[in-house]
């Protein structure tokens, strides 16, 4: 029985499990780009937000003059 549990079935896939390299890992590189992007994004914001406390009102007014703008 031992052996026959350590033979590869006949129609088994020859691919790396996942996680150990290869083409699978090519979405986890993406997924940390995009958190580090988004992470700079919030930073940026936050940083602006800080030094500028006017900032939050001219956002609004731009979001509402291109709504306005878009509308009509």
Do not use: K, N, Y
């Amino acid at each position: 029985m031992t052996e026959r549990a350590q033979r590869p079935e006949p129609d088994t896939s020859h691919r790396a499990p996942t996680g150990t390299g290869g083409p699978g890992t090519i979405g986890r590189r993406r997924s940390a780009l995009w958190e580090l992007l988004g992470m700079a994004l919030v930073a940026s914001g936050l940083c602006l937000a800080v030094v500028s406390p006017d900032f939050r009102a001219a956002v609004v007014h731009t979001i509402a003059a291109t709504a306005v703008a878009l509308s009509s």
